[in-house]
Structures are given as C-alpha cells and as structure tokens.
C-alpha cells in the first residue's frame, strides 16, 4: 500500500460515510477548497475525486 | 665439603637461573616489540571508537614492560604474546562501535528529515488555506514556520558536529531535534 515517500510520518485517514475530499480538506487544512492537495497526493488510488469510497485510507499531505 | 664444592654449589644453581633468564630474553624483547607494534595500531580510530579496550591493551603493555624492568622474562614473554590479540579485538570492537554508531546517526538523522519534510509540507498546504482547521490559528502557524526553521538549522548544525566528529554530542543534538519536530508534527494536526 505504502508507496516511495510514506514513512511514519505521514498522516493517513481513512475515508467514512459521506465523506467528500472536500470535507476532509475542510477538516484537515480548514479550507475545502484544497481538496486537490488530497487528490493529487492519492492519484494512484484517486481517478475521480468526486469519488471516493468508504474505507480508502488517503494520504494528507 | 670443600671450598670448591660451597663454592660450586652456591654458583651452579644461579649460573642456571641466569641461563634460563637469558634464554628467555630474546624471545620477551621481539614479544614486546610486536606488542608494541600491536598498541600502536591503536592509536586514533581505535582510541576513538573503543577508548576502554584500548586503555586494557595499554594497561597489559605497561605490565609487560614492567616486568621487562624486573628482568623477569618469561613473565613478560606470556604477558607481551597476549597483546596483539588483545589489539586485534579492540580494534574490531571500534569498528563495530564506529558501524552501529553511524547507523544509529544516519537511522535517526533520516527520520529526523522525513519529520521535517512532512512538516513542511503541511505548513505550505495550510499557507494556501483561506480559513485554518479547528484548532489552529495564525499564530499557531506562525510558530510551526519558526519551529520548523529552527530544527532545520539544528539538523545542519548536528551534520557539521558529527563531521567534526563530536559524534556524541551531534547525536544528542538530534534527539532533542526529534523531540522538538515530535512536538511540532502535534501542534500541526498531525500527531
């Protein structure tokens, strides 16, 4: 899962219900708007970041 | 019993002391010579790294010469035929010393990066954010940036005393690094 860069430092969340990239940016940076911070850091996983499942675990850079 | 019998008896016996204490001589004076050979290659590295082993060798070198100075030989032959051995251990005990020191310095200086490098990345997110998450204000920030700067230039200045080979206070420098970039990842969010 890890990928070159992950280290123990890296912050990890995991996606719940009703969940959007934006609300977690909302959470985590205080501003929805930098939902692409989020994409962009889980583009492996990520093909459309209108959608996301419960359980993924995204990196938060 | 005669004179020359007294004479003979009191003699014979020393005159074999002495031949046998000649003949172990030359055996203890090349023995010494190798040990000392052997504690020379001590000097630096080996000092450095395994400073106990190599005050152990030099403490058994000191008892060898000193019983080179009360001329018994055989004492000193047993005692100087040990060191190199003893020399060879102590200096692979620095190497070993000087192997899992550096792992240490660099398993503690790459977390201490990967830390710094996490940081910075979030501050740089949280510099573009128009409202900052529950918890944090400006000032927090702030003081993440100057926190940040700070362990950056601690980590340049443990690198430079470690190549300057106070390695032991470089790495204490790093484990308050660590501790103040643990406090740091907190004050973030991300902890």
Known sequence: ?61 | MTNTWKTMALVIPLALVAACTDAAKAPAEAAMAAAGTAVDSLKGEATKWAPEAVKGVEASYASAKDLVAKQDYKGALAAAGEIPAKAKEALAKAAANKDALVKAWNDAGGSITKMVDAAKSRIDVLMQSKKLPAGMDKATLAKAQTDLSAIQSGLAGAVDQFKAGDTSGAMAKLSALKAQGMELLKSLGMQ
């Open chain 1, 1 to 61: 899962m890890a990928e070159t860069g992950d280290n123990e430092f890296t912050q990890w969340h995991t996606v719940a219900k009703g969940e959007t990239l934006g609300k977690i940016a909302e959470r985590y940076y205080g501003d929805p708007s930098l939902y692409k911070k989020i994409f962009e850091a889980n583009r492996e996983r990520i093909k459309d970041p209108n959608l996301i499942q419960i359980g993924w675990k995204l990196r938060i850079p």
